[in-house]
């Protein structure tokens, strides 16, 4: 893990919420979402934030490991799936890069194979245990929103077998053009209110 932002929980009603930050810019647009978007949390939700541009995650090598075994060969992972396991929220704030996510968020989402085969070489149901709420942040250059679709899309079919649904997203584009718009900042903060529970519920 990179960062461990904000703790404070109390023990009867914490709740986990885990970050997979796909940008290379801890302050550039996507981080100015999520920045916004964590900065209200209440006490009792415990963030953890996975910076994958820092941790270098290794691709998904297809070795077959997981078909026979639940967990990876690789484990540089390992923490970061204990915590996804944990997590009644996940988060996942990147660019849109060539219309997809960056190579180091998506060697994170293929590296979720290991679910994939718990549940259809191992039969194991479900091979998430606990149920989580998630969202999306992400951010372009452009005016075209392709982008947006095929990551929502991406994140939506690896949702299906990690006992985990999308809640709302946060998109804004036309991030060359002018620099994160103060009304995306709030949909960010209305997102993490929606997502948590927590504060105004007003929804965009
Ligand atoms: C390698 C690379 C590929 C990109 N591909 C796209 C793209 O397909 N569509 C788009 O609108 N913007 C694209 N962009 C622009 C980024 O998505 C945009 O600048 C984003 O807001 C950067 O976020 P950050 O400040 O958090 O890094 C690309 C940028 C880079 C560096």
Redo the contacts with the bound molecule.
């Keep these: 893990m990179s960062a461990s932002i904000a703790t404070n929980a109390t023990s009867f009603e914490e709740k986990e919420l885990l970050v997979l930050f796909g940008?290379?810019?801890p302050n550039?647009?996507?981080?100015?979402l999520l920045h916004s978007f964590l900065d209200e949390l209440p006490d009792h939700v415990k963030v953890t934030v996975y910076d994958a541009y820092k941790q270098h995650p290794m691709p998904c090598i297809d070795c077959g490991y997981c078909t026979k075994k639940q967990g990876c060969s690789q484990r540089d992972l390992d923490a970061f799936m204990e915590a996804f396991e944990r997590a009644d929220f996940f988060v996942v704030a990147?660019?849109?890069?060539?219309?997809?996510l960056?190579a180091p968020p998506k060697a994170v989402i293929d590296r979720f194979q290991r679910y994939f085969s718990a549940r259809f070489s191992m039969g194991i149901r479900p091979p998430v245990k606990k149920p989580k709420q998630a969202a999306l942040l992400l951010?372009?250059?452009?005016?075209?929103v392709?982008?947006f679709a095929a990551i929502r899309s991406q994140m939506e079919m690896a949702f299906t077998v990690l006992n985990t649904t999308l809640i709302g997203c946060v998109f804004?584009?036309d991030?060359?053009r002018a620099p994160?718009e103060k009304a995306a900042l709030l949909r960010a903060k209305r997102l993490s209110y929606k997502l948590t529970g927590a504060g105004d519920t007003n929804d965009d």
Excluded: F, I, L, R
Aim: some cysteine; hydrophobic content about 15%; aromatic content about 6%.
């Design positions: 940008s290379p810019h550039g647009n996507t981080g100015k990147s660019p849109v890069y060539y219309n997809a960056p951010t372009c250059g452009s005016q075209e392709a982008g804004e584009k991030t060359d994160v």
